[in-house]
């Protein structure tokens, strides 16, 4: 079965950090770019962070800049998104997707049309 499994959502204070995984299972990762997707009750999905499958090349939202970090391990087939200086309005469900051939990681972010989405983990920043 195709998936992608995320996982290290929780609680934590304002300031604090957690670190998110995105596991495939079923396919692997190498040739996908991934993406972090967030969406708050009343609010619409936002692109955080997207990688590519190849060059490593990276996008942030301005909203996480300086305070998000994704990366891959194509040999765990995971993606990783380490956020520090967590705000409450960080708060939310966070989605991760795979894309075969994204035209950018920004247009990944922007504008998902992803092959896969996983099912997503809450991240909660509240003290």
């Known amino acids: 079965q195709v998936q992608l499994v995320e996982s290290g959502g929780g609680l934590v204070q304002p300031g604090g950090s957690l670190r998110l995984s995105c596991a495939a299972s079923?396919?692997?990762?190498?040739?996908?770019?991934i993406g972090w997707f967030r969406q708050a009750p009343g609010k619409e999905r936002e692109g955080v962070s997207c990688?590519?499958?190849?060059?490593?090349?990276?996008y942030y939202a301005d909203s996480v800049k300086g305070r998000f970090t994704i990366s891959r391990d194509n040999a765990k087939d995971t993606v990783y998104l380490q956020m520090n200086s967590l705000k409450p309005e960080d708060t939310a469900v966070y989605y991760c997707?795979?894309?075969?051939?994204?035209?950018?990681?920004?247009?990944?972010?922007?504008?998902?049309?992803?092959?896969?989405w996983g099912q997503g983990t809450q991240v909660t920043v509240s003290s």
């Open positions: 997707a795979a894309d075969r051939a994204p035209l950018t990681v920004q247009t990944m972010c922007n504008m998902p049309f992803p092959d896969y």
């Open positions: 079923g396919f692997t990762l190498d040739y996908y770019a």
């Open positions: 990688i590519s499958s190849s060059d490593g090349s990276t």
